[in-house]
């Protein structure tokens, strides 16, 4: 992919974010709001861009096998990730409960509000839906792995599962199934997907600069260096370990694309919510995804620019 047009598309995405740090200014962005916009970008504009993937994307049996080949994938590098960040942690004499809040921090990217529509403008539907399994994949190791190391007393519970049965999943199961059976739908069904997919990105964009100003009242209190080790392992080394990964092994390119771009996004959206749910540290989560969010603006067109060199 071209410098250029990941730099144009990060750059639209940066105006977006801006935009919705300016209404913040105006509105009273109170729970009510922020649960609305959550409602519609995931329960709505999500949805209908895996579901428009498929209707334009034809479905046979080499793409089912790049889907499995993607969840299994993107399983394993949130793993790693998440193990490169505990293993840092340690290793700079951090307590290990504490380790273990900085690796999924460092491990687990916002793969859904901004890698779905971001792989969705750079390589169109089948990139849309490649990384829509890849947020798959990043779902199942935060609700199973990550829940198991932010419980003090690690326990595997299917009942923390449940979040998994969401309406971007079930779109992904619904949307394949139907690819399966070669449905056909209707012109004014495919139209109606394809016009509500095109509000995901910027309602998200929007919806993360309305939060800045909320989450940026958690930062001072935060220890600059327990801040910063997550966000440089998130933004710069793990995108560098799977770039070296893709580089090692042979995929296909539109899952090697789609795992590049996935690699590079900031902290996870939900961090501080899902923290906060099991005690831990969730004014640090909410910090980290504030300024890696911010950062990654810039660091997004350079890892995956220097990526492109290599794989």
């Not at 979040?163 to 209707?186: D, K, S």
């Not at 771009?261 to 996870?268: E, G, L, R, W």
Request: charged residues 10%.
């Amino acid at each position: 992919m071209e410098f250029t047009t990941i730099l144009s598309s990060v750059a639209v995405m940066g105006i977006m974010i801006g935009i919705g740090m300016l209404l913040r200014k105006r509105l009273d962005f109170n729970a009510d709001s922020q649960a609305m916009l959550i409602s519609i970008i995931v329960n709505v504009a999500m949805p209908c861009i895996i579901i428009a993937s498929i209707f334009q994307f034809p479905m046979d049996s080499h793409v089912f096998h790049l889907v499995f080949l993607t969840f299994m994938f993107s399983v394993l590098i949130n793993i790693a990730g998440i193990g490169i960040g505990w293993l840092v942690a340690r290793l700079m004499k951090y307590p290990n409960q504490k380790a273990k809040e900085m690796a999924i921090v460092s491990g687990l990217g916002n793969t859904g509000f901004i890698g779905i529509p971001l792989c969705a403008i750079l390589f169109g539907p089948k990139g849309a839906l490649l990384a829509a399994v890849f947020d798959a994949g990043l779902d199942f190791t935060l609700w199973s792995v990550g829940v198991l190391l932010l419980q003090k007393e690690a326990a595997f519970s299917f009942r923390s599962l449940k979040a998994m049965i969401n309406i971007p999943m079930i779109a992904i199961i619904v949307g394949l199934t139907l690819g399966y059976f070669q449905f056909q739908p209707p012109t004014f069904i495919v139209s109606l997907t394809a016009n509500l997919a095109s509000i995901a990105s910027p309602l998200a964009m929007m919806y993360i600069g309305l939060l800045v100003p909320t989450l940026w009242g958690k930062v001072g209190s935060i220890s600059k260096l327990q801040l910063g080790i997550p966000i440089i392992l998130k933004l710069l080394l793990f995108p560098t370990v799977t770039i070296l990964i893709l580089s090692l092994i042979s995929l296909d390119m539109g899952i090697t694309q789609v795992a590049l771009v996935q690699s590079t996004m900031p902290t996870i959206t939900i961090a501080s919510i899902v923290f906060t749910k099991y005690r831990a540290d969730g004014d640090m989560a909410a910090a980290a995804t504030i300024f890696s969010t911010l950062l990654a603006l810039c660091t997004i067109p350079v890892m995956v620019y220097v990526g492109g060199l290599f794989i």
